[in-house]
C-alpha cells in the first residue's frame, strides 16, 4: 500500500512539474512572438507592430472600412439613386455613395432594384451602437462581388493575391468542396432509428440526380457522382473521377464574376458545391435546368440536415446551434438576394 500511495504522490509531482514547465515555457513563446513584433518587418522592410492588419481591402479609406473599425454610425440619410450615367443603382448615404473595401461604388446593375433597396435598408436599420461585422452580409457579399470583379478586370497582380481574387486559385479550392459535399455523405441506416438516411435519401437522391443532369452538358462522358455511404464504405475519404472534377470546372469557369462571388459564399457556408449549384439556379433569370422545386429554405435542410437531427435527439446547445442556424440562413438568403435578377 505505502509503495502504491509512494507512485501516486511521485506522478502528481511530476504532473505538477510538467504544468509547470509547460507555463515557464509557453511564457518563453509569448515572450519570443512580443519580442518578434519589434523587429517584424513588411515588403518594404519597415517595422510593423505585430498583428497589425496591412491588407489593402480593409485599409482603404472606406465607408464599409470607416463601419468596421469604429463599429459606429456616422450619417443621417440612406438612399439609392439610379445613375443613367452608369445604368446603375449607387447606394448612398448623406447623398454620397459608398465605397467597397476596395474603394469601388456599391452600385449594383438596373436588374438588381431589389438588391439597391434591400442595401439602402441594411444600412437604413443599424443600431446607433456597438455594429457588428454580421449586421451587413448583404453590403458584405456584394462588395465581394464588385471588388472581385474590378481586381481582375483592372489586372494588378499584386492587388489579385492580396484580395485573394485570383479566379483560378478560388476554382480550384472549391473544387475540393465535391469530394465530400455534404449532400454526398450518407449516415448509417441505424442512426436515429434509420430516420436520418431516411430522410437523406428522400432529399439527397432526386438532387444527386438533377446535378448529375446539370453537369452532365460540361462532359464528354455521363457524369456520376460518388457518394460516401457509411454502411458501405465506412470511414473513409471520398473523391471525384477525373470526368466529373473537369466538368465541374468547367461550369465554374463559364460564371461571371458576381455569381463565382455568391458561388463561393454559399459552398464556403453550406460546405457543399452542390448547393452553390441549386442557389444559382434557383434564383437566376434564366431558366432552371435542374427540373427541381426547391427554395432558399430547402438548400438550408439539405445543408444542415444531420445537426437537425441531432438537435431532434439530444436537445440545442445554447449559443452554438442556435447561432450556427441563424449564421447558416443569414448567408444563404442573403446569397439568394445578391444572385437574383429581376
Request: charged share 25%; glycine share 4%.
Amino acid at each position: 500500500m505505502s509503495s502504491m500511495l509512494g507512485r501516486y504522490s511521485k506522478s502528481v509531482y511530476n504532473f505538477n512539474k510538467l504544468k509547470v514547465v509547460w507555463k515557464v515555457r509557453n511564457y518563453h513563446v509569448s515572450s519570443i512572438v512580443l519580442k518578434s513584433a519589434a523587429t517584424a518587418t513588411n515588403d518594404t522592410g519597415t517595422a510593423q507592430p505585430f498583428g497589425i492588419d496591412t491588407t489593402i481591402e480593409n485599409n482603404k479609406k472606406t465607408e464599409t472600412n470607416r463601419l468596421s473599425k469604429t463599429l459606429t454610425k456616422f450619417w443621417d440619410k440612406v438612399s439609392y439613386h439610379y445613375d443613367e450615367t452608369s445604368g446603375k443603382y449607387l447606394i448612398q448615404l448623406d447623398s454620397k455613395t459608398i465605397n467597397t473595401p476596395m474603394g469601388n461604388l456599391l452600385a449594383v446593375d438596373k436588374n438588381k432594384k431589389m438588391l439597391a433597396l434591400m442595401l439602402s435598408n441594411e444600412w437604413k436599420n443599424l443600431p446607433n451602437l456597438s455594429i457588428k461585422k454580421y449586421s451587413l452580409p448583404l453590403t458584405s457579399l456584394t462588395s465581394r462581388c464588385i471588388d472581385l470583379e474590378a481586381v481582375n478586370k483592372n489586372g494588378n497582380l499584386d492587388d489579385i493575391v492580396k484580395f485573394n481574387g485570383d479566379r483560378n486559385k478560388i476554382i480550384n479550392d472549391l473544387l475540393r468542396y465535391l469530394d465530400t459535399d455534404t449532400l454526398l455523405v450518407f449516415s448509417p441506416a441505424s442512426e436515429f432509428e434509420g430516420a436520418l438516411r431516411k430522410e437523406q435519401n428522400k432529399l439527397y437522391l432526386p438532387v444527386i440526380d438533377s446535378i448529375e443532369n446539370f453537369l452532365t452538358e460540361f462532359a464528354n462522358d455521363p457524369i456520376k457522382l460518388n457518394i460516401l455511404d457509411a454502411d458501405i464504405h465506412g470511414l473513409r475519404g471520398n473523391q471525384q473521377d477525373l470526368n466529373t472534377k473537369e466538368a465541374a470546372k468547367k461550369y465554374l469557369e463559364s460564371l461571371s464574376y458576381w455569381d463565382l462571388a455568391i458561388f463561393e459564399k454559399i459552398v464556403l457556408t453550406t460546405k457543399s458545391f452542390i448547393c452553390g449549384i441549386l442557389l444559382l439556379q434557383g434564383k437566376s433569370n434564366s431558366v432552371n435546368k435542374l427540373a427541381l422545386e426547391y427554395n432558399v429554405e430547402d438548400i438550408v435542410r439539405y445543408a444542415t440536415l444531420e445537426t437537425i437531427h441531432q438537435v431532434d435527439r439530444w436537445g440545442e446547445v445554447e449559443d452554438t446551434h442556435d447561432v450556427d442556424k441563424r449564421d447558416i440562413r443569414r448567408n444563404v438568403n442573403a446569397a439568394a438576394v445578391v444572385a437574383y435578377n429581376a
